[in-house]
């Protein structure tokens, strides 16, 4: 067996100083942002979605950010799926960005609202048909006796849009992460990384902190 406690290796490509931090979270983010999508990121939109049920258990899942502005981060996802229950139960997340390949990562909480349908709409018409019609078929977490089902379902729902454009279904769409704290995190050599924590005071402005690493 390999030795993975042996894995490791030290952080040399960055530092982030807090002369270099923008005051305003959102245009730090779109900066590591453009920058993580110009050096080849890898799905570099995908993040990690923490949600928890009202009794407090945890549930993760990868989902694609398509939007992001002052008011926060959007993700589409089916509304009747176990993370959109939990959410209603519970709106307070966890979503993460790992850039491995810029030793970044952007830890953000915060709670979560409906984006409103029109905007959805939007989404959901500029999406290819085949993920239109995806979003019709999938029930989405609920338990499937096989995937067949999925299939005749499939071809089902291919006859019923066969013609003109696809609907939004009313069980599908966006949600938006409104942050409270956004933490930025750049690797360093011998574990001794640059964090930065921007978390909103009770006058809605944006303290800066720089935690241990
Ligand atoms: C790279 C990647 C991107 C994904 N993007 C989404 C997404 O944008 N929306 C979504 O509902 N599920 C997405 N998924 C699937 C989710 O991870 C998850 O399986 C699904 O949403 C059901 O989660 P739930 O049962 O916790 O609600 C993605 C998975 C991966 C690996």
């Given at each position: ?22 005051p305003n979270p ?153 942050p409270d704290t ?16 921007y978390r909103l005071d009770k006058h809605k402005n944006w303290d800066v902190a720089?935690?241990?690493?």
């Amino acid at each position: 067996m390999m030795d993975i406690g042996a894995l490791r290796s030290e952080y040399k490509q960055g530092r982030l100083d807090r002369a270099d931090l923008n005051p305003n979270p959102m245009a730090q983010f779109e900066q590591w942002f453009q920058q993580a999508n110009t050096s080849q990121v890898i799905e570099v939109n995908a993040m990690q979605l923490a949600t928890a049920s009202s009794a407090g258990r945890p549930s993760l899942r990868t989902v694609l950010m398509k939007a992001f502005d002052q008011r926060g981060f959007v993700f589409y996802t089916n509304y009747n799926s176990q993370k959109a229950q939990e959410i209603t139960a519970n709106p307070q997340v966890s979503a993460l960005f790992f850039w491995k390949e810029l030793e970044r990562q952007v830890e953000i909480t915060g709670a979560v609202e409906k984006v409103n349908p029109s905007e959805s709409l939007d989404y959901f018409l500029s999406r290819p048909r085949g993920s239109q019609l995806g979003a019709w078929v999938s029930q989405q977490s609920s338990t499937l006796v096989s995937r067949d089902v999925l299939e005749q379902k499939l071809a089902a729902m291919q006859q019923k849009f066969a013609q003109g454009a696809i609907p939004l279904p009313d069980f599908w769409g966006g949600f938006r992460i409104i942050p409270d704290t956004i933490e930025f995190w750049q690797g360093r050599p011998s574990r001794l990384h640059d964090r930065f924590e921007y978390r909103l005071d009770k006058h809605k402005n944006w303290d800066v902190a720089r935690l241990s690493p």
